[in-house]
């Protein structure tokens, strides 16, 4: 069922088509109308949610558009819904070879169009839905393990690209079982989900990314950032959850609210940067923060480590295996 208006990138040349088509799909729809190739490609850039492609558009082909979707990382999941007037079954699988989804064939037929425009939307939709619940933790919202796996290796390479550092910071709840154990198992989420809020409100929307990687534990990655700066967030961030945690948590009193007074809420840093390069591989980066974690943890927690930049990772690294 389709549940808002759909935005649909309509590419087709011959006018009283084009008329049959709006006619049909207006209403439930927003259109984005392309009558060649290159007005088509250049609408691309506004994301539609379906694409409409005759195969035949004067002296161009519309497999040059459908081609140019699914070569394209952005907008190969857009489906593309192919239109011809050929019996000629060459051309439609063609267009299955370069990865649309169907056809509907010339003239319209009005129930056709709109179940195969609508079921597509659908698909496309959930599709999208379930990719983002794949990728984001439901507690907090945040990217997950998934998403860090994924982004990891190119902000790194687009790092290297622009000759730029890279620093990754690794967060985890100082105790956290103890809140667990003593207040319960929704405070305990709580916490966690306000620690990761605390991030998401310390980092530069626009440049750093956080991510809940498991139980207690977060990472933030800081691409175009050094040593220092990375220092410069840990400590914020160790200080900001340690003197806003009772502040910021549900207090006894509020509805549905805690009973907190008593907790302290800290969390152990360790941070890590090194220039990216391509030649190695960016999990060194992660490895680093972690062992600088542990180091956090055993100088007594609440605290970041360390506090001034060790050798270049570059010099130390065991292995610099080129990224797959
Ligand atoms: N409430 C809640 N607890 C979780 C969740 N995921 C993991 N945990 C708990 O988080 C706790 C993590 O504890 P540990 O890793 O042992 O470490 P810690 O008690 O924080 O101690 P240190 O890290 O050594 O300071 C465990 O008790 C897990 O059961 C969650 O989603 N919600």
């Not at 439609?92 to 079921?119: C, R």
């Not at 393990?145 to 709840?173: C, F, G, H, N, V």
Request: charged letters at 25%; one cysteine or more; hydrophobic letters at 40%.
């Amino acid at each position: 069922m389709i549940f808002e208006r759909s935005r649909i990138l309509v590419v087709e040349d011959d006018p009283t088509s084009l008329r049959m088509l709006a006619e049909i799909l207006r209403h439930e729809h927003e259109l984005i109308i392309a009558t060649n190739c290159n007005d088509a490609l250049k609408l691309l850039a506004e994301k539609p949610d379906l694409i409409l492609l005759d195969l035949y558009l004067g002296e161009s082909k519309g497999i040059e558009v459908l081609s140019r979707v699914k070569a394209d990382p952005e907008l190969q999941d857009i489906p593309v819904l192919c239109v011809t007037s050929s019996t000629e079954t060459n051309d439609i699988e063609e267009a299955f070879h370069f990865g649309a989804v169907d056809y509907i064939t010339k003239p319209y037929n009005e129930i056709i169009l709109q179940s195969k425009v609508n079921t597509f939307l659908d698909l496309s939709r959930k599709t999208a839905l379930l990719h983002e619940q794949a990728n984001t933790d439901a507690l907090t919202g945040l990217s997950n393990r998934r998403q860090l796996d994924a982004q990891l290796p190119q902000l790194w390479l687009r790092m290297a690209d622009e000759a730029k550092p890279m620093a990754a910071i690794m967060i985890d709840l100082d105790d956290f079982k103890g809140v667990n154990d003593y207040f319960g198992h929704p405070v305990g989420d709580a916490t966690i989900k306000f620690v990761g809020s605390t991030l998401a409100q310390c980092v530069d929307p626009f440049s750093d990314l956080v991510f809940r990687i498991g139980g207690d534990e977060f990472v933030v990655l800081l691409p175009g950032v050094d040593f220092s700066g990375a220092l410069k967030l840990g400590e914020t961030i160790r200080e900001k959850v340690e003197v806003s945690s009772l502040d910021m948590l549900p207090s006894a009193g509020e509805e549905g609210g805690f009973r907190l007074s008593g907790i302290e809420i800290t969390v152990s840093i360790g941070i890590a940067s090194a220039l990216a390069i391509k030649t190695v591989s960016p999990l060194l980066l992660i490895e680093k923060a972690d062992a600088a974690l542990y180091q956090a943890k055993e100088a007594g927690r609440n605290t970041v480590y360390p506090k001034s930049e060790p050798k270049r990772m570059e010099a130390t690294a065991p292995d610099s295996s080129s990224l797959s």
